[in-house]
């Protein structure tokens, strides 16, 4: 299914609208190849999910997606009997004098609810499974996951045991919220999404939101960047924010930042409150606006990237 | 596929030994999968080895400065590698000349009492490294001592000054213990070039991993973001292991539909999913005498911490005798203020220890927290007097709880000079000197 080489599959991705580094695409590729479940990490709004989507748009196929949620449980992730229907039917054989109910006409196919899982395991072609935020789940439902994972096959006690036709590419991410078993991520190829840089970010921008045009783009990421770096903040800004802030932006027509447009956009790249305090009362509005036309010259900038390199705050991508 | 020539197979397995004896974890498959990925990938690309390994055998953020460490050394050029080892030997040589130094410079101080030192007092080799690595400062502070108790019309001066300079050094080496456990690990040049942890993490993540009876002032308010964000993100993750406890039963229905079929589909019995169990009650009980002191602080804060997120932890402090703390977290005040209090209302902090009678004062007074859903978090060096006592009634609480836990901010490779073993019967003991340890002790040993 995968006849691409590394630098192939690296420019398809791009294509499809995913920026991302060599290492990024090198992992992937092997989640394909080796046949492995491509566990993503990282912090909110950094792109995890999008691994999946884009991995079906690259590869052409299905996207079947498991959203998960505290108390997620076998019923809603795999199967579930269509009780409904089946107490229909108990009802109208009773009406109908039937004596005894025959226990096996109430378990076929045609009672049976099929979930994200089953889907993905039945399906004719060789789908993307995108677990979404796996550590959402309990324990017991991870160990179910861990299960299911190693052999593609689930026994249903009425039916028998189905087994996958096609083993599905299975992408899993997690905010790790509850830490994942050990057992499950040995199992899986690991994909750590950090902050992007500013040139990454740029790029980004310009996929996603071209219109707000070049140079407003490299101030975006350059104040994004700069926000990253300042670790008093409750909550850093994500791409998802970085690229919210942008479009706002465009809506109000704007073609560099400034103090104004500026204030009435903080919320949209800060989503708490107090961060945006913080920003107002400590840093200012202009410092900030500053620190990002000092970065936009030569050398400094590359300076300065260094600075908020060593203070931990961009770290490679 | 899998005929690629031996030498890969074998420098992944020397590359998997060196993350191991980095502290990460690489099982035998991640080690195959390792070996299959290169198969597919260009091997000549720095970058594509980089990534592949990588990919298979890091599966946690906080092992990725490590591991990038580990690369560039490992997959370093001959040259690159002898210029290390060049580095390392100078490095040894270096310290045997400061020894040396070290030893005639304290040999003359002595020299007035020489013929009046026992032999039992003599400086050890072991003394002599402890000295050279003291601070410019406190090597001076001891030989000043020295120097003035000449004259000291003491009745044999020569040992009370050879007593006091040992304990002294006694003392240094505690401190010092850890950076020692670690050279061990870089004393043999077999092991291909010195592994240990710290050696390869980067300065910006070294807070971390440090020592926190190192932190130095100006470090305080990068450790107190630090340990905000590492409390509340823990917080988080130990309320969710509950959470659902508390929903009432609920009714699994596939299970009950299969029950009653028999009698026709009516729901007569009805069928429910487990219940989970209950939520254990955490109880602290930290040591703030002298030598904690600066430990326990950061500690507190992270207690601190869980507590303003919403975890409830019984908290009592102790030296001398034991005091209960935890009305100070609950006043909902930000840190400084909270610590302040601490200091101020506690009569607690920087005495001497007796653990035993803190043990004692809270099974008299606090009996009720002795229950089978207890767990008990004790942080402390095991420095105290009566240790064997305290070591007894601890075993007798120990058996009325659901689990005692030890937090010891000595390197495990220090424990055999301390009563460690004694408190060991009865409690599990975790090595704990840094914020690393602390964070990964609470999320995965720590029920609740
Ligand atoms: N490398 C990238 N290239 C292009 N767009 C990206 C990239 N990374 C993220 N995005 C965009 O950023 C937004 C957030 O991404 P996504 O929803 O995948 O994040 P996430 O990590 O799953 O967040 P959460 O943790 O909140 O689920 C999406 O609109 C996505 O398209
Ligand atoms: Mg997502």
Redesign the interface.
């Known amino acids: 299914m995968l006849d691409l080489s ?1 630098p192939e599959l690296h420019k398809a991705l791009e294509r499809e609208g995913y920026i991302c580094d ?3 695409a ?2 992937i ?3 394909l ?2 046949g ?1 479940p491509l ?1 993503v ?1 990282g912090a909110p709004g950094v792109g995890k999910t999008e691994v999946g989507k884009v991995l079906s748009r690259v590869l052409q196929t299905g996207l079947i997606r498991l959203q998960c949620y ?2 997620l449980d076998e ?1 809603k992730a795999l199967y ?2 269509n ?1 409904q229907r ?2 229909l039917k ?2 109208v054989l ?1 009406e109908t004098g039937c004596a005894a ?1 025959d ?1 096996t006409s ?1 378990f076929g196919p045609e009672y049976l609810l099929e979930r994200p899982l089953l889907k993905a395991i039945r399906a004719d072609r060789r789908v993307v499974l995108l677990i979404d935020e796996c550590d959402k789940v ?1 324990e017991p439902f991870e160990a179910f996951l861990f299960e299911l994972l190693s052999d593609f096959q689930v026994s249903i006690p009425e039916l028998g045991t189905l087994t996958a036709r096609q083993i599905p590419v299975v992408v899993l991410t997690s905010n ?4 994942l078993s ?1 057992g499950l ?2 199992r ?5 999404l950090d902050y992007p840089g500013v040139e990454k970010e740029v790029r980004i921008l310009q996929a996603r939101v071209p219109e707000a045009g070049e140079k407003l783009i490299r101030q975006i990421a350059l104040v994004t960047g700069y926000l990253r770096s300042q ?2 903040l409750k909550k850093r800004p994500s791409i998802a924010e970085s690229l919210d802030w942008a479009r706002a932006l465009v809506a109000l027509n704007a073609h560099c930042l400034t103090e104004e447009n500026l204030h009435f956009t903080l919320n949209m790249l800060l989503k708490n409150q107090e961060d945006q305090d913080l920003v107002r009362s400590k840093i200012g509005l202009a410092a900030l606006l500053n620190s990002c036309r000092e970065n936009e010259t030569g050398p400094q900038e590359a300076g300065r990237r260094e600075a908020c ?4 705050g961009c ?1 490679r991508a | 596929m899998q005929n690629q020539a031996p030498e890969i197979s074998l420098a992944i397995a020397q590359f998997v030994r060196v993350l191991r004896l980095s502290g990460v974890r690489v099982s035998v498959a991640e080690t195959m999968d390792a070996y299959r990925a290169l198969a597919w990938i260009d091997l000549l690309d720095r970058r594509q080895v980089r990534a592949a390994l990588q990919a298979l055998l890091i599966k946690n953020p906080s092992d990725r400065p490590v591991f990038d460490r580990a690369f560039d050394l490992f997959f370093l050029s001959g040259e690159a590698k002898e210029e290390l080892f060049a580095r390392w030997r100078r490095q040894k040589e270096a310290e045997e000349q400061k020894l040396a130094a070290a030893g005639q410079e304290l040999a003359q101080l002595f020299q007035p009492w020489e013929d009046y030192i026992p032999e039992k007092y003599r400086l050890t080799r072991e003394n002599l490294q402890t000295f050279t690595r003291l601070p410019a400062r406190e090597q001076k502070r001891l030989k000043e001592l020295i120097a003035q108790m000449r004259g000291n019309p003491v009745n044999n001066p020569g040992e009370l000054v050879a007593r006091v300079v040992q304990a002294a050094l006694n003392y240094w080496r505690y401190y010092l213990l850890k950076r020692e456990a670690e050279e061990k690990e870089v004393s043999s040049p077999e092991d291909l070039f010195p592994v240990s942890a710290d050696f390869y993490r980067d300065p910006g993540e070294q807070i971390l991993y440090a020592d926190l009876q190192n932190i130095q002032d100006e470090q305080l308010p990068k450790m107190t973001a630090l340990i905000r964000r590492l409390s509340a993100r823990l917080a988080r993750r130990l309320s969710r292991r509950y959470r659902q406890s508390r929903r009432s039963r609920a009714i699994d229905f596939r299970r009950t539909i299969r029950q009653n079929i028999r009698f026709g589909g009516t729901p007569l019995e009805l069928r429910y999913r487990g219940r989970r169990p209950k939520r254990p009650r955490l109880v602290l009980i930290c040591d703030v005498s002298a030598s904690m002191a600066r430990y326990s602080r950061f500690v507190l804060q992270f207690i601190y911490g869980l507590n303003s997120a919403g975890q409830k932890i019984e908290s009592f402090v102790f030296s001398e005798d034991l005091e209960r703390v935890t009305p100070c977290f609950e006043r909902r005040r930000d840190f400084a203020a909270t610590m302040t209090d601490l200091m101020n209302e506690s009569r607690q902090w920087g005495q001497t220890t007796n653990f035993y009678l803190a043990l004692e004062t809270f099974r008299r007074e606090y009996k009720k927290l002795i229950a089978p859903d207890a767990v008990f978090i004790i942080v402390s060096d095991t420095r105290t007097v009566c240790w064997e006592q305290a070591a007894g009634l601890l075993g007798e609480m120990a058996r009325k709880v659901r689990d005692v836990i030890w937090l010891n901010p000595v390197p495990a490779a220090g424990w055999s000079g301390l009563p460690a073993a004694a408190f060991r019967k009865c409690a599990q003991m975790y090595e704990c000197y840094s914020l690393y340890h602390l964070e990964k002790i609470f999320r995965k040993k720590i029920p609740g």
């Open positions: 590394i060599l290492e990024q090198v992992t590729y092997l989640a190849k080796l492995k566990l990490e505290e108390g019923n579930e009997w009780y089946q107490l108990i009802q009773k109910v226990e109430l309990d790790g919220e509850r830490e050990d991520r040995r899986c190829v690991y994909l750590y670790a008093e390199r060593a203070a931990g770290r």
